[in-house]
């Protein structure tokens, strides 16, 4: 069954940058909708960046411009590389992969998460 971890969150001051790692096991990713998430203290999950099965990206209006998605299929691992970080970008961010879906990402049901990393910017 496929697991995802998440790691590279921390604590970072604005303008700074991060690059979050979702390390998949158990099952292929490459051939599924993939994407990350994120919600921030008294906030809903939203969708911040998604990728398809053949690398094509979209990203919600806050983050665009500033985060970047992409995947290596050989290591199995999805990426977000993060930059001008603000305190509203604070939040626990969250992998998924919606296995039944390869296309249309952003209307996709996603069905394995991982666990988080917690990502806090100060001012």
């Known amino acids: 069954q496929l697991q995802l971890a998440e790691s590279g969150g921390g604590s970072v001051q604005a303008g700074g940058s991060l690059r979050l790692t979702c390390a998949a096991s158990g099952h292929t990713t490459s051939d599924s909708c993939m994407a990350w998430f994120r919600q921030g203290p008294g906030r809903e999950r939203e969708g911040v960046a998604f990728l398809n099965a053949v690398g094509d990206t979209s990203y919600a209006d806050s983050v665009k411009g500033r985060f970047t998605i992409s995947k290596d299929d050989a290591k199995n691992t999805l990426y977000l590389q993060i930059t001008s970080l603000t305190p509203e970008d604070t939040a626990m961010y969250y992998c998924?992969?919606?296995?039944?879906?390869?296309?249309?990402?952003?209307?996709?049901?996603?069905?394995?998460w991982g666990q988080g990393t917690q990502v806090t910017v100060s001012s």
């Open positions: 998924a992969v919606a296995t039944r879906y390869l296309f249309d990402c952003r209307r996709r049901e996603f069905d394995r």
